[in-house]
């Protein structure tokens, strides 16, 4: 059975992110194992140079955090940043459009970006922002998402109102494909948390808090699993900077 920390994407996506962060961040995923780095696209090669030869993937956003930039200069992005070493993609999907009904503008772009990503053998996953949808919303922005190729729905950017909930994700495992997995962000920032929210159905857990995660104990569920996080959790420095 993989340790906790094999499903976690350790995430710094702060706009004032600095290279030596970054390189702290890929020395803690070197040490404990993490699935990932998340990390800004500008530091997508750095990541890369300092996580080569190991087995920690490397992760980056696209249209991030708003989604709305046009799924042309979405395509360069992903294209960028795999040709700088991402292995996986977390893009946002045009909400804007998709609360105007445009579902097919919506499905368009991730099909084109599932294409680039898998075309160089990387992940796409595709972040819906649960915090502005119903849940009637979110399971449609979901199944569009993995019927237009997506490997993963993830649930947040970290910069909405809130991130990841417990009903957002049994939502989703409810109503999404057994082969679409299912990626929890945003407010993540203990053991209980994570262990709720795996055991819900999530795949992946994105956090900037993972290195206090995986080395703290086991505690009880938080009392709502619910409960709004703060805006912007997954891009916070975790307690290690």
């Given at each position: 059975?993989?340790?906790?920390?094999?499903?976690?994407?350790?995430?710094?996506?702060?706009?004032?992110?600095?290279?030596?962060?970054?390189?702290?961040?890929?020395?803690?995923?070197?040490?404990?194992?993490?699935?990932?780095?998340?990390?800004?696209?500008?530091?997508?090669?750095?990541?890369?140079?300092?996580?080569?030869?190991?087995?920690?993937?490397?992760?980056?956003?696209?249209?991030?955090?708003?989604?709305?930039?046009?799924?042309?200069?979405?395509?360069?992005?992903a294209e960028r940043a795999l040709h700088?070493?991402?292995?996986?993609?977390?893009?946002?999907?045009?909400?804007?459009?998709?609360?105007?009904?445009?579902?097919?503008?919506?499905?368009?772009?991730?099909?084109?970006?599932?294409?680039?990503?898998?075309?160089?053998?990387?992940?796409?996953?595709?972040?819906?922002?649960?915090?502005?949808?119903?849940?009637?919303?979110?399971?449609?922005?979901?199944?569009?998402?993995?019927?237009?190729?997506?490997?993963?729905?993830?649930?947040?950017?970290?910069?909405?109102?809130?991130?990841?909930?417990?009903?957002?994700?049994?939502?989703?495992?409810?109503?999404?494909?057994?082969?679409?997995?299912?990626?929890?962000?945003?407010?993540?920032?203990?053991?209980?948390?994570?262990?709720?929210?795996?055991?819900?159905?999530?795949?992946?857990?994105?956090?900037?808090?993972?290195?206090?995660?995986?080395?703290?104990?086991?505690?009880?569920?938080?009392?709502?699993?619910?409960?709004?996080?703060?805006?912007?959790?997954?891009?916070?420095?975790?307690?290690?900077?």
């Open positions: 059975m993989p340790s906790l920390a094999a499903y976690l994407d350790h995430t710094l996506l702060r706009p004032d992110a600095t290279r030596a962060e970054i390189r702290q961040l890929c020395a803690e995923a070197r040490q404990f194992g993490f699935a990932t780095v998340c990390v800004p696209p500008y530091f997508v090669a750095e990541a890369a140079a300092q996580l080569r030869g190991t087995d920690v993937g490397i992760c980056t956003v696209v249209g991030f955090p708003l989604g709305y930039a046009m799924a042309t200069v979405k395509a360069i992005e700088d070493g991402a292995t996986e993609v977390d893009m946002v999907l045009n909400i804007a459009a998709f609360k105007s009904g445009e579902t097919a503008v919506c499905a368009e772009e991730i099909a084109a970006l599932a294409l680039i990503c898998h075309e160089a053998g990387a992940i796409l996953k595709v972040i819906i922002e649960t915090a502005l949808l119903t849940e009637a919303e979110i399971v449609g922005a979901g199944q569009l998402a993995a019927a237009a190729g997506a490997d993963f729905v993830k649930t947040s950017t970290g910069f909405a109102s809130r991130g990841a909930s417990v009903e957002d994700i049994r939502l989703l495992r409810a109503h999404l494909p057994a082969h679409t997995r299912i990626k929890a962000a945003g407010g993540i920032r203990t053991r209980a948390q994570a262990d709720a929210l795996r055991a819900a159905g999530a795949d992946r857990l994105g956090c900037s808090a993972s290195v206090a995660i995986v080395t703290s104990a086991v505690t009880s569920p938080p009392t709502s699993s619910s409960e709004p996080a703060a805006a912007a959790d997954d891009a916070s420095p975790s307690s290690a900077y």
